[in-house]
């Protein structure tokens, strides 16, 4: 027990010292921030939910108590409630009974775990609360978020070229209007990020309790779509309801652009140089990042055409002739 308090703590406190990084201002201080939830995912996995609880708890505490509230409240809902839920969810499972053997004898029950897809539902939910509760720090009013947005972007502008001119005006403007949207893109994939790096660091220990999946089978489920398509129209409703729909249609995309990886892994399995397509398309939209829309439209075109389902089913082989 005092072990498994001490990992708690462990944890705890360099989730702590990683998001209480940015304080410093450094450039390495930034990755340490997006990774702050990496400790408390490794604990929830390798010991359970309740020592990722016991150390995010400590370490809000610990940070509210040297930098005050906000920083206690922020810890909280972006890196310990996250790390503890999807924690929770990659280890969660319930029993389900096999087909039973020729020999009539009972069969071993097998466990069906939380599915992929399900779980990236729940990053691209928590990417969105995180989101949504950085900019209601800014305002509680559409004019209110982006005016202050637009000031802080005009006052950084200013301080690395202070003869800025009117054109540097319009692209604040076009800034504004996407930086929510990209904070939630950033939020989901450090989050998807995260949560992988901590089930490899486990699996490797042999700490992880459920058998890797295959990822190549990950989708969304169905109502993901007509969840998306409304999201989709109520972003042209503007004001904070439009800010809200934006955000939220951002991290649905990035859930069917981490899909479509899916269905690109499954439909060039018989593809010559495979490793090396592969290598060259994650490479494409690390470096440049605009290539992921075709992600999402792969991702989205399987979630309506069915694409890995066809292609799997054409690879069978014919069945026999009946005699």
Known sequence: ?????????????ASALMFASIISG???????????????????????????????????????ALFGLPYCIAFAVTVALPAWWLGHLVLLGRQVESAAPATGTS????????PVGRILLWIAGFATLTTMAALLTLGTDAETITGTLRRGLMRLLRATDPQTSGEASQFVDAMVRIAPAAATIAATMTLTLNL????KVTATSGRLRRPWPDLKTTELPQMTLVVLCISLAFCFTGGLLGIVAQIATAALMM???LAGFAVLHTLTLALNGRTFWLGSTYAAVVVFGWPVVAMVILGLADAVFGLRERYLRSRQPPPLPTP
């Open 1 to 13: 027990m005092m072990a498994f308090g001490l990992i708690a703590l462990i944890a705890g406190a």
């Open 26 to 64: 450094a450039l390495i201080s930034l990755v340490l921030f997006y990774l702050a939830p990496l400790p408390l995912m490794v604990a929830a996995i390798g010991w359970g939910p309740l020592c990722a609880s016991l150390g995010g708890i400590a370490a809000a505490i610990g940070l509210g």
């Open 107 to 114: 069969a071993a029950p097998d466990i069906e775990w939380y």
């Open 196 to 199: 992988w790096l901590s089930a």
């Open 255 to 257: 859930s069917y652009a």
